[in-house]
């Protein structure tokens, strides 16, 4: 096989084929980058993460039935709760993890689709738009079901909504790319000229990616803070706490508004994003068929890729952890006050491990496992509630303590782990493994809370025994972590790309530079191998 840099020196294009026109690199403006910025103020996940499940858990609750009596002569109380649901009578529990398998299986492949569109031509801005539209008009049309009876038309749009943010979040996740930014390109400059070397680059494309990603967590954390403290002022307005009606009613409000904002914050993301080009097509394939070859190609040789496996593994377990831990309230008022406290603290959070990372220059795997130490504290914190009812997750002070807590030092991890997917996947192919991982994360997301389930119920409903399996699976997790090497999979991924050149299955791009451990111009246009 012929290596990355055998390839760079050779400058005759593979026979049979002409040289590819020359890609010039496109500088990420300032202007840009804060559009970026604001455009996730807008996609902050209040909508289709934070208020459509609780508005949704919140109407099955309101429109079932306790099942000890006769049908729908009882309301829910503290009992069982039940409602028909897809040809039988269910748990509105069970409905809520029925309804998240089935959004789970639509991500999964609308995810893995849109991917291949993302990464070949110049897609990714649409559908990035598409999404942003559909979402936003899914927030409004909650203003629509406002009353209990209307819960199958929550349904529906408690399915479109978690598909929409999730899409729209993946497919903006690529731009605006590090090595795009003016300090990098003159750093890639003078690694060409041999005035630096390849690693001091490496290392500050890395901190830069890490700069884009918390800078971006914070702006879009302080932002959100503004929008929830108007949120509160809505609630007051509409007397949320004087009636259950009232309550719901302001749920569907809220989701409106933070759909309105949504749209506001995204039109100049829509207007001033610079269209880069992707990936070109490969011969006999077309946008409905190279999803497939894209994912059969990657799972032929992802044995090579090793360290991307390691964290794909780190990724699920850990993911398994956090989604077992968060807390959920059902008043509206009670989970905007919350919210307020937790995303204040994970403003001022991931600004102050993003200030340390670059003070003294630190790795993002070294900050990532410092951050998932604190993870594991928050299950030990559970964990001491199993024999004492004095701790662990038990009394209303805790719920606030807890808030605090996750944003400040658990927040950090939404930041580091999506840098830390970019450190070590293949980029010609990045939204594909973005995908993959959304995938995955989402997977976690069901099988924690069932194991946990059971757990509870052979402990004779102790609900803070499943702490002592999500502690066990917390340290099993960072122990991947931790044998990850970030330099072997630099060249496991420029393996990875050469493969995929010698095979024909992809076009590869000027992007391979970025993998390579040779310095290569972007001027220059690589071919396959």
């Known amino acids: ?120 031509g110049q897609w990714r801005p649409n559908i990035t738009i598409f999404f942003t539209i559909v979402a936003v008009a899914v927030s409004f049309a909650w203003l629509g079901v406002e009353d209990a009876s209307k819960w199958q038309a929550g349904v529906a749009l408690y399915i479109l909504g978690l598909i929409t943010y999730q899409a729209s979040i993946n497919s903006g996740r690529r731009y605006p790319r590090s090595r795009d930014l003016p300090e990098v390109q003159q750093s890639r400059d003078l690694v060409n000229s041999g005035e630096k070397t390849e690693e001091d680059h490496a290392r500050l494309e890395s901190l830069s990616r890490n700069r884009i990603s918390n800078i971006s967590f914070t702006v879009c954390s302080v932002g959100e803070i503004v929008i929830l403290a108007i949120m ?119 600004y102050v491990h993003w200030f340390v990372q670059k003070r003294y220059k630190i790795p993002t795997k070294t900050m990532l496992i410092f951050n998932v130490v604190w993870i594991i504290v928050l299950t030990i914190w559970g964990l001491i509630g199993v024999h004492t009812n004095r701790f662990g997750f038990k009394h209303v002070w805790e719920v606030w303590a807890y808030q605090a807590y996750y944003g400040f030092m658990v927040c950090p991890w939404y930041a580091y782990s999506q840098t830390m997917i970019s450190e070590v996947s293949p980029l010609p192919q990045m939204f594909l493994f973005f995908a993959l991982f959304s995938v995955v994360g989402k997977t976690s997301a069901f099988i924690g809370p069932l194991v946990s389930s059971a757990i509870i119920t052979a402990s004779n409903d102790n609900d803070n025994m499943p702490f002592a399996f999500l502690f066990g699976l917390g340290v099993l997790s960072t122990i991947f972590l931790w044998m990850i090497d970030i330099d072997r999979s630099r060249k496991e991924c420029a393996e990875f790309i050469a493969a995929e050149g010698s095979r024909n299955a992809f076009t590869i791009s000027a992007e391979i530079d970025a993998q390579s451990d040779t310095p290569v111009d972007h001027s220059e246009v690589d071919s396959k191998v």
């Open 232 to 350: 509160v002022g809505i609630l007051k307005a509409v007397k949320s706490e004087e009636s259950t009606e009232n309550n719901t009613r302001a749920f569907s409000i809220l989701l409106a508004f933070s759909g309105g904002v949504w749209l506001l914050c995204a039109l100049p993301w829509f207007i001033f994003e610079k269209r880069r080009p992707g990936l070109d097509l490969p011969p006999g394939t077309n946008l409905i068929t190279i999803g497939i070859k894209q994912v059969y190609v990657a799972a032929r040789e992802c044995w090579k890729l090793k360290q991307t496996f390691l964290y794909l593994l780190f990724y699920f377990l850990m993911g398994d952890v956090l989604n077992t831990t968060v807390i959920v309230a059902y008043s509206t008022l009670d989970l905007t006050l919350l919210l307020i406290v937790g995303i204040a603290a994970q403003a001022v959070g991931i």
């Open 1 to 120: 096989m012929v290596s990355i840099q055998d390839e760079k020196l050779s400058s005759a294009p593979p026979a049979g084929r002409a040289p590819a026109p020359v890609k010039p690199a496109i500088t990420t403006t300032r202007l840009e980058l804060w559009c970026y910025y604001l455009y996730y103020v807008g996609n902050n996940g209040l909508s289709g993460f934070n208020f459509g499940p609780s508005q949704f858990q919140n109407l099955l609750f309101l429109a079932g039935y306790d099942p000890s009596n006769e049908p729908f002569t009882t309301p829910c109380g503290t009992g069982s709760c039940v409602l028909p649901y897809l040809g039988r009578v269910r748990d509105v529990n069970s409905i809520v993890l029925l309804t998240n398998g089935i959004s789970f299986a639509i991500q999964a492949v609308v995810l893995l689709i849109i991917g291949a569109w993302a990464d070949y």
